[in-house]
Each structure stands twice: as structure tokens, then as C-alpha cells.
T-cell receptor, first 116, second 114 residues
């Protein structure tokens, strides 16, 4: 049961253009969403997050959009740079049960390649 | 400001053996989570520790156990290793149990089972 889906395994973009990475989720209990970037031989690095009470969050070249009705979020990178080439994971978090515990559920990742 | 550190970076074991992986959280963090990442997949949640107790567990068998120490560092133990346990094991730390704070990851331990 894949609750968080990234349906594009890879994306190629030219330097300077916009990169758009997409993510869909199925569980309406999720209330916090994050994007992580992962280089080979390194752990995932936190990029940007958004709470379910917002529909947009911006941090420099990175913007995350959340469409709760469609259960869809996207990460926009503008302008894209060769150093952005990495695997990007979408993750969702929700409070399940009454323990207060927040669990992170990850998608399978999208490999972004930005060419000069 | 030290980030999350994990040791060892690589480990080779044979079926049936036992392994212990170690994690030191980012300075100031008190909550540690462990994830397993198989090739081509996203990280899968194993369990989370806070105040030296396992607070929540993912869909992993009892062969996977852990511990958190008073200094917030943590260990992941896997007994009776199977070929399918070959994966990257990631530790993540965060501040505050149940808070919407991002988890910060270490570079992982690559475990290979022969």
C-alpha cells in the first residue's frame, strides 16, 4: 500500500529552466509534507516543508505547492542548476492514533538531471 | 554544529549473524528514528525512540530491535540476518516527540548480507 507516490522515476531539465517534481498521496490524515534531496553515498538532506494549513511555501529557488483537494504536492526549482541533480524524495507525516507520534512516509523518489 | 553521524559506514555479514548499527543525533535533538532503504525505494520507517523508549514501530519483525541512551544516541540491532536485510540503514533525528519538525538524516550504514 503505497500511500505516497512519485510517478516519475526521472526528469531531465536544462540549466536555467524550471524543474517540477510531483507527488501524490492517498491518506487524508497526512498534515505535513516535506521534500528531501539525496546525493549518492549521502543521506537525504531536508529541503523544504509545508503544513496542510498552507498551499504554498517558498525558500529561495525552491517552492512547494500543496493541493489538498487533489492530494497532490509539487516542488518547483527555478532556475535549475547542474548541482541540483540528485534524487528527490517526497515525504508525508501525520498523527496516527492518540500517541502523538508523527510518522514519515516516503515516496520512491524522482531522479533529476540538470544538464548545462 | 555536528549533524547526524552513523557508524559504521559499510558492513558485510553472513546469514544468521547479528549486527549493531550506531547513531548520534544532531546536537540538540532528542528523538531518533531508524529507516531501511532498499535499492530503488524510498526509506521505510522501522521505529522511533524518545526518552529512551520505543514510541512507534513500523512493519518490521521482532528481529529488529533498538535502544536509546541517556545522551540521545541510539543503536539498531538486527538478529538472525536474512539476505533481504541487505539495505541502506538510515538514522534520523529531530527535536521534540510528535512535533512537526523536519527529521535530519545521517549518511547511513550500507549493510550487505552474503
Amino acid at each position: 500500500d503505497q500511500q505516497v507516490k512519485q510517478n516519475s522515476p526521472s526528469l531531465s531539465v536544462q540549466e536555467g529552466r524550471i524543474s517540477i517534481l510531483n507527488c501524490d498521496y492517498t491518506n487524508s490524515m497526512f498534515d505535513y509534507f516535506l521534500w528531501y534531496k539525496k546525493y549518492p553515498a549521502e543521506g537525504p538532506t531536508f529541503l523544504i516543508s509545508i503544513s496542510s494549513i498552507k498551499d504554498k511555501n517558498e525558500d529561495g529557488r525552491f517552492t512547494v505547492f500543496l493541493n489538498k483537494s487533489a492530494k497532490h504536492l509539487s516542488l518547483h526549482i527555478v532556475p535549475s542548476q547542474p548541482g541540483d541533480s540528485a534524487v528527490y524524495f517526497c515525504a508525508a507525516s501525520g498523527r496516527f492514533g492518540n500517541t502523538g507520534f508523527q510518522k514519515l512516509v516516503f515516496g520512491t523518489g524522482t531522479r533529476l538531471l540538470v544538464s548545462p | 554544529d555536528a549533524g547526524v553521524t552513523q557508524s559504521p559506514t559499510h558492513l558485510i555479514k553472513t546469514r544468521g549473524q547479528q549486527v549493531t548499527l550506531r547513531c548520534s543525533p544532531k546536537s540538540g535533538h532528542d528523538t531518533v528514528s531508524w529507516y531501511q532503504q532498499a535499492l530503488g525505494q524510498g526509506p521505510q520507517f522501522i521505529f522511533q525512540y524518545y526518552e529512551e523508549e520505543e514510541r512507534q514501530r513500523g512493519n518490521f519483525p521482532d528481529r529488529f530491535s533498538g535502544h536509546q541512551f541517556p545522551n540521545y544516541s541510539s543503536e539498531l540491532n538486527v538478529n538472525a540476518l536474512l539476505l533481504g536485510d541487505s539495505a541502506l540503514y538510515l538514522c534520523a533525528s529531530s527535536l521534540g516527540f510528535g512535533s512537526n519538525q523536519p527529521q535530519h538524516f545521517g549518511d547511513g550504514t550500507r549493510l550487505s548480507i552474503l
